[in-house]
């Protein structure tokens, strides 16, 4: 049987619309076992996502194997960004296209209004998450409270919005400027009034962790005086990620059929592209990798990734001078 090297690395995939984040996990496990990677549970290395994203949701789902499974934490707290499309004129239980219709309207909003409302949702906001989401409420998820009929009250969270446009950068700033003014500004419903109106409309979303976009969708649709639900939710970056680096189910698949995994698998350092990398000599790492502080660093302060020429050897904080391990990595294979 031929001997594969540890799986320590980074599958991204383009998770498709109807498949959960366990489950995804679930697949990437059942082709490392068909491709012969994983035969036993022993061979099995640890595997994990680096942030839920909804089963009605597409796009970008780190999948981490082995060490990278340490630096999973730090992908539920890096910022993603979203492509989604609000739907106006209906409010579903769920905030989008799988739930049952709670409110109508037949107001429209015009494209200069969605404009000019877009920078009241742009910096801290709060927000009030769905009722049907993940968070547990005395114990529960709020998800399962609500499938059982009950009322659900979350609490309001402050999260950031860094920056929230028109997908596609479609911008009306003649337009957009009316609407931003309180002086003179027109009825957005006076049908006298020449304007655009929208049945839905396409945003693009920088977001911090902890967002929820269906709220996001919903507050913007109530604040234009209607209301609304996603019908399309696309990440299109999770924390350093982007979509262009995913994969498709079908290329996942074909792991399971003999495929290379090498072809397929990030390194592990590719989780920490946005931290400083620091390069240590044969002895720094050997203490690093005891856990014993290394001192007289001329560096400045602040997190970096540490590693012996090419070996990723341990996240790092460096204060004063001193580096201290906050993340160690245990590769045997360059085990001192």
């Known amino acids: 049987m031929t001997k594969h090297p540890a799986l320590n690395g980074w599958l991204i995939l383009d998770k498709p619309r109807g498949l959960g984040s366990t489950q995804a996990v679930a697949a990437v496990k059942r082709n490392l076992r068909e491709g012969g990677y994983a035969p036993t549970k022993k061979d099995m290395p640890k595997v994990g996502h680096g942030g839920t994203l909804d089963p009605e949701a597409e796009g970008v789902l780190p999948i981490a194997l082995g060490e990278a499974t340490k630096l999973a934490g730090r992908m539920l707290?890096?910022?993603?960004?979203?492509?989604?499309?609000?739907?106006?004129?209906?409010?579903?239980?769920?905030?989008?296209a799988a739930g049952e219709v709670v409110e109508r309207s037949g107001r429209r909003p015009p494209m200069a209004a969605i404009a000019a409302v877009l920078a009241t949702f742009t910096g801290e906001i709060e927000q009030v998450p769905p009722a049907y989401s993940a968070l547990?409420?005395?114990?529960?998820?709020?998800?399962?409270?609500?499938?059982a009929g009950e009322e659900i009250e979350l609490k309001t969270r402050r999260v950031t919005i860094h920056s929230l446009s028109f997908a596609g950068e479609r911008e009306d700033p003649g337009l957009t400027s009316t609407f931003q003014t309180t002086a003179g500004r027109p009825d957005p419903y006076d049908a006298s009034i020449p304007l655009e109106l929208a049945d839905a409309v396409t945003l693009t979303a920088h977001v911090s962790k902890g967002t929820y976009i269906r709220s996001l969708a919903r507050d913007i649709?109530?604040?234009?005086?209607?209301?609304?639900?996603?019908?399309?939710?696309?990440r299109t970056k999770a924390g350093p990620f982007r979509q262009e680096q995913a994969i498709s189910l079908d290329n996942l698949n074909e792991i399971g059929k003999g495929a290379p995994l090498q072809d397929l698998l990030l390194p592990l350092e590719a989780?920490?592209?946005?931290?400083?990398?620091?390069?240590?000599?044969?002895?720094?790492?050997?203490?690093?990798?005891?856990?014993?502080?290394?001192?007289?660093?001329?560096?400045?302060?602040?997190?970096?990734?540490a590693k012996l020429e090419n070996i990723p050897v341990a996240l790092v904080e460096l204060n004063g001078g001193?580096?201290?391990?906050?993340?160690?990595?245990?590769l045997s294979d360059v085990a001192e």
């Open 77 to 96: 707290d890096a910022s993603k960004i979203y492509d989604f499309t609000v739907q106006f004129g209906e409010e579903t239980d769920t905030l989008d």
């Open 136 to 147: 547990k409420v005395d114990g529960r998820r709020a998800y399962d409270r609500a499938r």
């Open 221 to 234: 649709a109530r604040a234009l005086g209607t209301v609304g639900h996603v019908t399309y939710l696309r």
């Open 271 to 305: 989780g920490l592209d946005d931290i400083p990398a620091l390069t240590l000599d044969p002895e720094s790492a050997q203490a690093v990798r005891q856990g014993r502080v290394v001192s007289g660093l001329p560096h400045t302060d602040g997190l970096y990734f």
């Open 322 to 330: 001193a580096m201290k391990v906050v993340r160690g990595f245990n």
